[in-house]
Structure formats: structure tokens, C-alpha cells
């Protein structure tokens, strides 16, 4: 990518100074919550509250102005109003700031003309200067390293995941809904109406970064598609990118307009070029992570013939007919494993076959381990799917599935192809599902799930056949 | 349906006196299990354990034989070796039993000719008396009313939903999963390979009892389908059916076969047909409770105009889509409705059309409701889709997220058209889920297994248009 661009990018998101313009000592005015969440993560470097009005904002010296600051920052984060904004940037570029992030909303997203014209009277005061702009309607940045977040109380992840939203609230849902999977981001860029730096810019800058391992993105419309495009392809099989769109139908393409300025393009033709440069596609933040799971814990597959192994028998139907129905095919065991099996499994009410049926209820200590070892040690078997359960009871019969996931966990360490499980059933099994992620195995609630995610899985590693819909 | 039928049913699902051969003082025998049911439970008729070997189990007098029973009970559980069951149900078949429940596996979907001899020998000795027969290869009948239990541990729910389920281990995680979504049972029969009682006969049983609101089936093999589509076409617009197919791919059909020894026909024709009686067809457990709770909660919509109310933008958006990709519309708000709202939202950064944005973060106390009261009123809008969440933070802000919960439940005492919920982030809300289910809100982790259920309540009672695939 552009050298001058990257060094733009590495100084908004790993800056040594930023000033909040707009922060008080009201702690619930926005420019204060912005000033909050840089101190909740523990940022490092200088930090600068601007506002004529005070002296102090919390516990900072703070400034009158961008113009009278001892230092050119990096970062300038603007939270004033609309009309404040132009002649602000103008005063950020004139003192050399690298990068501005322009919370305030109510510009072309409104769908009035002076939000147009006011979007316009921005782009004209960092015309040939070095000054590039995030947002505006936006959150900003989130970079685990730089110590900067969106929204007060974040909180560094450590993670290797990078995010593009064109929707803050989004980005923010979706940093929290990871956790729970123990997926957790290195940078996130909340970019609204992208007025200069675009989800394009983002995409190059993330995908170029070694340290990044994928990426996830929200985009209601991709503002440069060639280059998104271009650079999502160049990552394919190593970095997988991963887009939930907005404003897919008219209905919710109209909600993008007020909601970021965005202009919907012809659906069909966007998601068949999304497909051809390997973008994973989702419809909702449930199975964006999903997939992010999947890609995350999961080696590399050699092929699509999944093995099913379900300790009660009606799960393992349903789980066979999840993955027929999402383009794997269930392995044919070797001989030999289906004789292992029958060894390892009573007579009656289990089958030895795939998909394995373990039987329902006490399944003798270390035989699910076992099976799941046979049936891994299968040179017709590419990929595993665990289902397990427990009967009904007053508590949910919690030690046979603690039992069951322990299990897994064991076998995960030899284990060498991709395994994903199912637990049922769901919310009384967070804990489970923790455990399980933190093995390193993703978990599902159903098999649908974890069958649409292996195969996202195996179509982006494998650029044949076709992903789920 | 026919009186004998019926009256032989009535006894199997309500009996006053209950044989359990194949109990004994193991308790982890199978035949102990299923005594033990009966008495975790608190089944109050007369309950006699079978066993020549003992003279009490679990503190009741044990007999040695059905023929030296003091009466005919109205159900004989069978727990015994499969070489055993033909001549143990002709023995009760003379002493005038009403049912009897086959637990015992080894039959037919063994795919050896032996277990299919027993079979037909099953059927000699119970041909040509009134003896009819569940099973074989099954847990058997739930009856919360009879006080009948399929597994140990469960528990009468007083609810009003039965269930038909080829594999009893489905209809266990099923009792227990519904549970976290305030859906009980009134009766569950787990029918196994349906040698004699089969899916028509119990879903027209069910179906014509005033008492029943709806019927979930998991069916490998519909072996009446005939009887069973007319069965549920009647019922269409009142009580719906909804049906997990087990065996619709080639790989789930084998693994049906070895399962209940079901013998799959063809999958197309079988749909086709299906939707035509007005069944509605679900891939996994998921999809089939989201229907439930939509069924069970909501009241009849008027139509499939949908307002969508969200506190964060971006998932305002990815509603919008997920509502028209499952076939519903935006409804368009009246002006009225528009100038309400926007007297209620902040100018920017919010939407006062449809898909309503109420911002994110800190919404002024009583605006949700309100929001969602507006909607209601608005005689363009059918269905209500409340989208609630909260940004990021260490703790995942349960203050507000709990007082948008409130919000809505506040709001749905006057709210009269059909509202659902989707919260995020999942699993940190389990509470809040209970919370809105409990006030009659069926809540949802995604907008696109929102919308699914919403267009399956929609279809059900319309007959019109076509349900989600």
C-alpha cells in the first residue's frame, strides 16, 4: 500500500499524543466520554483536553485550542458541532496533526443539503495536506496496543482480530459478543460516512500487517469496492475477511442512507464479486463470529468428509443432514475404525458407523475421548463434529455434560484435524462453551451452526466449491 | 379419530396403573430407570415393579408376572432382552393390558433379519386383541397431567405443547431446552421404530384434544404420511404442527435408517407436501423453539408489515435486511406516527422512520416504551420487532440493558400487536431472555432468527405467501 498512507494509519492508531476537542467537565458530554475511554485503557502517551472554558478536565491541563498546543499530535478527536467542524479540520492541518477522527454526526447521512455541503467545506480544508480523516458520524479507533477505544470502558484485548464498521454501536456489540467466544481484537475502526479514509484503506492497511489475523467488517456501502476488492483476494487463503453488509434488501438499503450516507449497488452483482476474491459473507453478528470462531481455532482442512460423533442418536441424524446440507459429506470410516468402534461401544442403541452413535446418557468414562482419537486417526476423515447432551432433568443433568465436554477438551490435545462441538442444550451451558473455546475447540448451539461455519471454513482455505448462503 | 383409538390412548398417557417389568434392585438398570421416572414424577395410581427375582424394588411389593397381577393395568412398561418381547406382549395382550411401552432396542433398525423376525412376531401376538403397542426401541410416553416421565429426573411442566419423537433422547434435550424459554409440555410420546402406534395416530390424538395448543415432531419416517398430512391440515390456522425431518440427505436418511429404521421417500415431494397441510418444517432444535415461542407468545398477526425499533443504528439496519429476507415488509410509518417520534428522539444520530434508530447508549428513561407504544398505534404496523443492546464495556453494561428490558416489558402491558425481541450480546443476557419471555415476548439472539419465526407465525395463521426455507 501507499507509504505516506500507512504512516498516516500507524499514527492514528498507535498514537504517542492525541487531543480530545470538545471534552468538559460535564462527564456526560461526549468529548468527556471519548477522554474517559482513552484513561480507561490506560493510554500512554501525551493526551490534551481542548476546551477554552476550563483549565482542568479531568486531572488534565487543558488547552484553548488545537493551534496552541506545545506539539503536533497524531490524533485529534473532534466531538463539536456539525458547523464547528470544517474550520476545525482546517486548524488540525495547519498545525500539522496527523489524523482526525470526527465523532459528531448530522452531515450527509441526514439527508439534508446543508449536511452536504458541510461534508464538502471539510474535504475542501485538508485538500493537499497531509491531514486524513476518520469518519465523520463515527466512533473512531479502537487498537488494543495504541491503549485508544471507541467507548468509555473498553479495554485492551490482545487479540489479533481486526475490525471495520461503518456502524460504531455495531463495533462496540460485536468487541463484547467475541469475548464470550475468547476472540478478542487488535484494532477496530468505527469509519461512518467515510469521508476520506475509506473501509478500503482499512482492509489494505489491516491485511498488509503480519501481526493481523483476520478480518471482520460491517460496511453498508463499500465506498472504493475495486480496491476492497483487490486486496481481499491478494489475502485470500492466509487472511480471511469476513462481511456482514448492510442494506442488502431496499428496505434496509434505505435504512443505510440516513443511517451513514450509504448508496446500495446492485446486490447480486456486489456479492458474486464479494464471493470471486474469497470475502466470507454473513447475515447477521451471529454468524459473523461463528465463522471468525471456526477460522480462528481450527487448522488448516484437507477436505470436506466430516465425521460426526453424537452421543444422543436423533442429534446425530439432524447433524448429518447439518452437514449434507451445508456442502460437507459425512466420511466413509475405514474398516478398521468401525471395528475400533464396535469395540468401544456397547451393542445396542449406539451405531459404530458414521455418523457415530455413542448412545444417550452414561457413556463409560474415557469412550467419548476414545472415539473421537478412532475416528481423528482416519485418513478418509478431514474434519470432526462433537454433539453431546444430556437427558432431561430438574438441573439439566450438569456433571454428565461437564463429563462430555472434559472429554473433548482430553481428546483435543492429540487431536489433529478440525473439531468443532455441539452443546445442548444452550444457556445453561455457558460455561461449557467457555471451557471448550479456551481448549481451543469452537463451540455451536446447534449443528446448523457449526456446519455453515466448517464449511465457510474449508471454501476459504480450499477456493473451491461453494460457501453456505 | 377412531373411539377405540382414542380411549386406548387416553389409557397409555393417563394411566391409573402402571407394570415396570424389568426392574429390580440395580438401580442403574434400565428397567429401574424408567420405575424411577415413575416415581420422580409422582405418579399416583398403582405402580407395580415385575421381577421373578425380587420381592420388593425401591420399597414396593414386586410381582413375578403380568398373568399374576391383582387387575390389567393400563400400561406395561418393557424392559427386557428383545428375544423376550414377543412373548411377554402376548401375555399381556391376554391379560388385558391397555398399552404397552417397548423400551427394549435390538429390532429392525439393527438392519439384521433377526431383529426383524422379532418384529413380525411382536405383531402376531398382538394381533386381532386391544392391546396396542409404543415402540419398540423407545423412551416411551411424558404425560405431565398422568404423571409420566420418559427419564429419570423429569418433572410434570403443566404446559400445553406435546411433542412426537423418534429418537427419546431429542425429546429429553427438547423438554429441557424449551424449558429456558418458559415452554412445557403437556404430553411427549417417544415412539421409536412405530411398529404398531404410529406419528398419524398420536398427532391426530393430540391435535383433536381441546387441551393441546400445538404439536413439535421429530419424525426420520413418516409412516402414515397420508393420515398425518390430513391430520394437520385440519388443524391449520389453529394449532400448529411443526416438524424437524430427520434423514433429509442422503447421509442423514442412512443414518435414520440404523437409528429408528426409517426408510426415507422422497424428500422434494415430502416438502412440498408438508407445506401444503400447513406444517411447518424446521432444520434444527433452534429453529423449531423459535417457532414455538413466536406460536406460543404471540396473538394472531394482521399481516406482514413489520416496525422495527432498535437502540443501536447499525443492527437497525441488519433488522431491516433480515425482515425482508425472510419475506416480511417495512411497514411504512404513518406521518403522524414520524412527527411522534421525532418529538420523542434526539435530532441527530437517531431515525425516526422505519427502522427506527433510538441511538445507542444512554436513551432517556421511558423513550423505549414510548417508541414502541407509538408503533403499536400506528395502524400500517402488524408486527413489532424490538432490537435492544448496549455498547462494550468490562462488565457488558448490564444497567442498561436491563433497563431496556424493562422498557419493553413495561410497554407490552398495552402493546397489542405481535412483538418479538432480539438482545445482544447472548450469552451474558440469559436473565433478561427469561425476563421477556416470561412477560409473553419471545426474545432472540439474532434479527434473522427473529424475522425466521416471525414469518413462520405469519404463514401458519395466513396461508398465504410461502414460509422461510
Known sequence: MDRRLKESLDRIFFPRSVAVVGASTETDSPGSLLLRSLLDMGFEGRLYPINPRHEEVMGLPCHPSIATLPESVDLA???VPPAAVPSLVGECARRGVA???VNTAGFSETGREEGRILEERILEAIRGTSLRLVGPNCMGVYSSRGKVAL???????HGRLCMISQSGSLASITFLTALERGLTFDRIVSSGNELDLNCADFLEYFLEDPEVEMVLAYLEELRDARRFLRAARRARGSKPVILMKGGRTPGGSR???????????????????LRQA??????????MLDTACALHYLPRPRGKRVAVVSSPGGLAVNAADAAEEAGLELAPLAPATVKRLRDLLPPVGTSPSNPVDLGFGAVKPGVYAQVLRAVDADPSVDLILAVGSAPASRKGDPGLLQAITEEMVQAKEEVRKPMVAVLFPGSFLAPHFLRLHSAGIPAYPTPTSACRALACHLWFHSASGCPPP
Chains 1, 2 share one sequence.
Open 99 to 101: 489524523g482526525c477522527v
Open 151 to 157: 467507548f468509555a470502558g473498553m479495554f485492551p484485548g
Open 77 to 79: 478527536i473532534l466531538s
Open 255 to 273: 435504512a443505510a442512507a440516513s443511517h451513514t450516507a450509504a448508496m446500495g449497488g446492485s446486490s447480486e452483482i456486489l456479492k458474486g464479486a
Open 278 to 287: 474469497g470475502v466470507i459473507q454473513v447475515r447477521d453478528l451471529g454468524e
